[in-house]
């Protein structure tokens, strides 16, 4: 059987162990804990936005980077630590994952700016790289063939738990507690997780694994950095003719084209990339990348419309984004069925479609909507995301040739990730740079110490209105509240276009018919 997060193989031969379930509960506790960090900071947003002693005064360029922080060091070192899992032993792995994890949540929790925040985020980054290979590789190891489909079931949908009740734990927490709560959290799952793996897991590695690629590591994560980092300051400076932010993006580009050329060229390349020459695995994983793309970037602004525009507390607005995690985990095990009657082109192609919608309906929406119509809109969004997402990952395994499938599924994983990565930069800095455009007129009104902050944000502007009193302050949070909703209206229409593009790619290039996996 394929590892489908490292790409080594594990034998079929291997033996039941008979403290397998326990182990699979070790496992899950560990992935649900790494999981949960890409979700649960979402609510946190605002708060990180506050001037201190409340927050950190995150500028929106700071938000962005401390969720891309992590999704960005996760994807770009999940093939290599899997790997390291399979060299050294998945169960010193897993160890050593969950304490980087904890030491590094626990230094979050302190962070005195945005700057160490961002810091640390990329350092649990590191952590649930470790951890998340390790976990699938253990269950390969201890599951007989017979039951290893189940036990990988239920690894899959504890992750996707995880990402449901993340913005609803964070919630609660804020609600009795400061941001750094939020990572503190992790440290007594980290002891009694890693208590439980020394206990209970055994110890397993690979007798013939690859070698590390660290070069092609070094360029794709510095490229995907470079790359990130232009975008955002593009958003920052509101000047995306600027030659650093030009010069940031095309370094990026360079050295993401340097580690395509030296993937190819490689004896044991990071990342085969050999699976793009099919136009259907390309096309497929062009799916996978686009939601994430889609799904991340629009929970990162969508918070602030229901904080900051909306008034919600962080555990209202935590309990409103869970229709969209919860009809993706309705609609999921209904994709398999879905793509045998219509196909994987009209799966992948509507779901697509649906979302663009959904996006569509919510450029519509402004400070008066009825909360009905947001609920709808999460729960369309996730309905189209659940159905095409499973479609598109077993269209694109189906091309790969079987000792090809452990290296596609592992570059799916990671491209779900940057695909992430890439939503909040893209669409967190195109919102940030049309809410200062029409910001501006107001600000430009107010005495030069105040004039940063209320532009920075929405948040930033009610801080500012706060201290305004009653007709000065009205007036600037009207305005700020009226230019977050214009630049919303803006993004989700930007937004709605990638969607449909990614639709059109899935029509040409996906067979009528595919694998139904």
């Known amino acids: 059987m394929l590892q489908k997060e490292t790409g080594h193989t594990v034998p079929e031969e291997a033996t039941a162990d008979p403290r397998r ?3 699979l509960a070790c496992l899950v506790v560990s992935l649900v804990l790494v999981v949960l ?6 609510v946190a947003l605002r708060a990180l936005a506050l001037p201190a002693p409340d927050g950190l005064g995150a500028s929106s360029g700071d938000l962005q980077w401390s969720v891309d922080s992590y999704t960005l060091v996760f994807a770009t070192l999940l093939i290599s630590a899997g790997l390291a899992a399979d060299r050294f032993g998945r169960k010193r792995a897993l160890l050593a994952g969950l304490l980087v994890f904890g030491v590094f949540s626990a230094a979050a929790a302190y962070a005195h700016d945005a700057s160490q925040l961002i810091v640390f985020r990329g350092g649990m980054g590191v952590g649930a790289a470790l951890v998340v290979p390790a976990t699938l590789a253990v269950i390969s190891h201890v599951f007989p063939p017979a039951e290893r489909p189940r036990a990988i079931g239920l690894w899959a949908a504890s992750a996707g738990l995880a990402v449901a009740i993340g913005p609803v734990t964070g919630g609660l927490l804020l609600e009795h507690y400061w941001w750094g709560s939020l990572f503190l959290v992790n440290i007594p799952v980290v002891l009694v997780g890693s208590a439980a793996v020394a206990l209970v897991v ?3 590695a690979d007798p013939a694994p690859r ?3 660290p070069v092609g590591v070094l360029l794709c994560v510095a490229g995907l950095g470079l790359l990130v980092l232009g975008i955002v300051e593009g958003g920052e400076l509101d000047d995306w003719a600027s030659p650093r932010v030009w010069g940031y993006a095309l370094g990026g580009l360079l050295l993401l084209a340097a580690f395509v050329l030296w993937e190819r060229r490689s004896t ?4 085969d990339l050999r699976c793009f020459r099919d136009a259907r695995f390309s096309a497929a994983a062009a799916v996978v990348g686009v939601v994430f793309f889609g799904l991340l970037g629009s929970s990162f602004y969508m918070i602030f419309y229901l904080q900051s525009v909306r008034g919600y507390s962080s555990l209202q607005a935590g309990c409103c984004l869970l229709p969209l995690a919860v009809a993706q985990l309705a609609a999921s095990p209904n994709s398999t069925a879905a793509t045998r009657r219509f196909g994987v082109r009209a799966v992948c192609a509507g779901g697509l479609v649906l979302t663009a919608l959904t996006f569509l309906g919510v450029s519509a929406m402004d400070e008066r909507s009825p909360l009905w119509q947001c609920e709808a809109l999460f729960f369309l969004m996730g309905t189209a995301m659940g159905l095409a997402m499973p479609a598109a990952t077993a269209s694109a395994m189906s091309t790969l040739p079987q000792r090809a499938a452990g290296a596609g599924a592992a570059l799916l994983n990671s491209l779900r990730q940057v695909g992430g990565a890439l939503g909040v930069a893209v669409l967190g800095s195109l919102l940030s740079s049309h809410y200062r455009d029409r910001v501006h007129s107001a600000v430009r009104l107010l005495p030069p110490p105040l004039r940063p902050t209320a532009e920075e944000s929405v948040e930033g502007a009610l801080t500012v209105a706060g201290r305004l009193g009653a007709a000065g302050g009205e007036a600037l949070a009207g305005r700020a509240v009226d230019a977050f909703i ?8 930007v937004a709605g ?6 639709a059109v790619v899935v029509w040409v290039f996906l067979p009528r018919r595919g694998s139904a996996g």
């Open 21 to 23: 379930w326990r182990i």
């Open 202 to 204: 055994p110890e397993s």
């Open 497 to 502: 276009g990638v969607m449909a593009a990614g």
């Open 268 to 271: 044991h390349p990071a990342m």
């Open 211 to 213: 070698r590390f690629d």
């Open 486 to 493: 214009a630049a919303m209206r803006v993004t989700s229409l």
């Open 37 to 42: 960090d890409t979700s649960i900071i979402s």
